[in-house]
């Protein structure tokens, strides 16, 4: 019987020895925390959003640069393909009002509980508090690394790896792997924080007072790169800005970052007006409105969001309804940088695609293959960090299956 072994317990690494499993082979799963999917279990407090109903161009297209290499994994294991899953394991799932996918429980306990039994069913192996410190002397074999200090090698026909990135680190996720990867000459982007919240210098009476307030339906745009708007609930942290609106033109907002060592989102606070539409409306002012008065009464602003055109205006609000209905159309808000990696939801950076094949093994290391956010790619919240992960593992699971046959014909394996 043909072995792998799979280093990660996530949900790439976990769907990856579910298939070797199916298909046969011997599968064993290291991780170095006490348990596995942890990270899975941590979005499920949030309802576990597991993949997104929208047509395939719109959800190609949440993966910029990558969708490319992304469409043929999706293709193979996709948003339907995860929902039946997700239903064999007697977890239904729904599509909510936005658009994602949720299953019928709202909850990643029961899913993960199904999986992990599933998996025993099939013969995977897992152990958990080891961690993997590198390859043998001849890259034959893993050394793994044990609560106790000792280090143990391990040797198997084909390897996965689906380490993740490097958010999240206390739940297992640190990013250590990519010097080893480096050292080796496989090309390793940077891991930057992805899905992050961005630091923005408030005064202090605004941060006082609105800490942890949402921005209601705004819309989001980066000053000087109109390609990318998004639109949502912002939330106002005590240091900055965050929420989806914030999380989808992340990637903008960075590559605007590392161009001018700040970055200028426009904040329209009533996206579903022009700015003649807003200017009419103020035109009816009372003679005794205060500025925030007239704003509530003329066009609905909360306090949150007049406090923001206040603290964009040093203090001051516009009386001349044009020139308020043009500041409200596109708040200046200065982003200075976003929030530490450790605070991030997921990252971007990772293996680059071109040290992979289609069928992700490393062109550098035949036998040894990679799924998930080790690799290159990022995208927003909504289902689809997880799609791909899935997608990705599922891929990584069925290559090593071919590889193995490959080798089993050569009489190698």
Not at 207 to 235: C, E, I, S, Y
Not at 362 to 372: C, E, K, Q, S
């Amino acid at each position: 019987m043909s072995t792998a072994t799979v280093v990660g317990g996530g949900p790439a690494g976990l769907i990856a020895a579910e298939v070797l499993a199916k298909a046969g082979v011997a599968v064993t799963v290291y991780d170095r925390m006490p348990s596995v999917a942890r990270k899975l279990l941590l979005a499920g407090h949030g309802g576990l959003n597991i993949t997104h109903s929208e047509d395939r161009d719109a959800f190609l297209g949440r993966y910029g640069g990558s969708a490319g290499r992304l469409a043929p994994m999706l293709d193979v294991f996709g948003p339907q393909d995860l929902r039946d899953w997700c239903a064999a394991r007697g977890e239904p799932t729904f599509v909510g009002s936005s658009g994602r996918v949720f299953p019928r429980s709202f909850r990643a306990v029961p899913l993960v509980r199904a999986w992990q039994a599933r998996l025993a069913e099939l013969g995977v192996r897992t152990e958990t508090r080891r961690q993997w410190t590198g390859w043998t002397d001849r890259r034959d074999g893993l050394r793994l690394t044990g609560p106790d200090g000792r280090t143990v090698e391990v040797a198997s026909d084909a390897v996965v790896f689906a380490l993740g990135g490097a958010s999240w680190p206390r739940l297992g996720s640190d990013g250590g792997w990519a010097d080893r990867f480096a050292d080796l000459g496989v090309a390793v982007s940077p891991l930057r924080p992805a899905n992050v919240g961005m630091r923005v210098a408030w005064t202090g009476p605004f941060a006082d007072r609105f800490q942890g307030t949402p921005l209601k339906n705004v819309a989001l745009t980066v000053r000087g790169r109109p390609g990318r708007t998004a639109r949502g609930d912002a939330m106002v942290t005590r240091s900055g800005i965050e929420g989806g609106p914030v999380y989808a033109i992340g990637a903008t907002i960075r590559d605007a970052l590392d161009a001018d060592g700040r970055c200028v989102l426009d904040v329209d606070l009533r996206p579903t007006h022009t700015v003649a539409e807003l200017t009419d409306r103020l035109q009816r002012r009372r003679p005794k409105d205060s500025g925030s008065t007239w704003l509530r009464r003329s066009i609905g602003l909360d306090p949150v969001a007049v406090a923001l055109l206040w603290d964009a205006g040093g203090g001051a609000l516009p009386s001349s309804p044009a020139a308020a209905a043009e500041l409200v159309k596109a708040v200046p808000v200065v982003v200075t940088a976003t929030m530490p990696i450790d605070r991030a939801i997921s990252t971007a950076g990772g293996i680059a695609w071109s040290e992979v094949d289609d069928s992700l093994m490393l062109r550098r290391l035949p036998g040894t293959f990679v799924a998930g956010e080790m690799l290159d790619w990022e995208a927003p919240t909504g289902g689809y960090l997880l799609q791909a992960s899935f997608s990705t593992g599922v891929v990584a699971g069925q290559g090593v299956v071919a590889w193995l046959e490959r080798g089993r014909a050569r009489g190698v394996v």
